[in-house]
């Protein structure tokens, strides 16, 4: 697992608490900043302001694989409530999400919403090799 902190907070949200496992992994998140880029993907918005993800972005972890597409301003989090976490503590207020597999394993929705989160930074490095 490269991502210790994503893992870390992810734990957390097993919690039996969803309140308790919130504010454990907000602390963690704050501990271990994960650098997450938002941006306005959406072609229906194009406010500019770093409201959803930049790019329709994915994440796979176990049967999990999940789907993140900009959504325009206002849209909210159409997702389930442990990617709705994720989602939440990365700063993301507008998603639609797609999701394959064994969703209610928490712990693999929670690390392939994550992982998805990761991956835009991924996109951006191919871009930044494409211009150097
Ligand atoms: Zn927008």
Redesign the pocket.
Known sequence: MGNEAGYVGLGAAKAKQMREAIDKAITEAKLNVIPVRLG?G?WE?????P??VPVKTRGKAGSVEMILIPA??GTGLVAGDTAKAVLRLAGVK?VWTQSKGETRTKENTAKATLEALRNILAYKTVKDWARA
Request: include cysteine.
């Open positions: 306005c959406s918005c194009r406010c500019g302001s409201h959803s325009p301003r507008d």
